[in-house]
């Protein structure tokens, strides 16, 4: 069986860094991706952008690492957002309804709306939650 191949790029600024994966994160390289996150947290980092755009594959034991590493950034009082999930993660998000706790959708978004609230029809197509320009998030001195 071909080993799984993922690459971890970071770049910092301040208390804020993006993480770049790329390749696939599986059970063989979930361990990767949750060493690199919490050790952001070790170092001070308190906002974790993590880009997932070059991800081709990201299965459970992915979600597992960025549940867990959200986890222990909430305790610290550290954000982690998640941006560009490939569509595997995408559809285990929208299964497991984990979107507003790794992609920053609010909320309100995600509630049956009350009596009163606008037609739920028109909010059907309202755009979805805005990412981050992840190309201009960390401008300036990157390491």
Known sequence: MPRTQLTVYRHDRRKRALITLV?????????LVRTALVQCLRDGIRTLDIDLTPVSFCDCSGLNVFLHVAQKAAEVGATLRLHHPPPTLGLILDLTGAQFLLLGVPLGCLLAPVDGDPDPAA????PPH?????????????R
Not at 23 to 31: F, K, R
Not at 123 to 126: C, G, P, S, W
Not at 130 to 142: E, K, N, V
């Open 23 to 31: 390749g696939e994160i599986d059970l063989e390289s979930a361990p």
């Open 123 to 126: 909010a059907a197509h309202t």
């Open 130 to 142: 805005p990412t981050l320009p992840l190309a201009s998030l960390l401008s300036g001195d990157a």
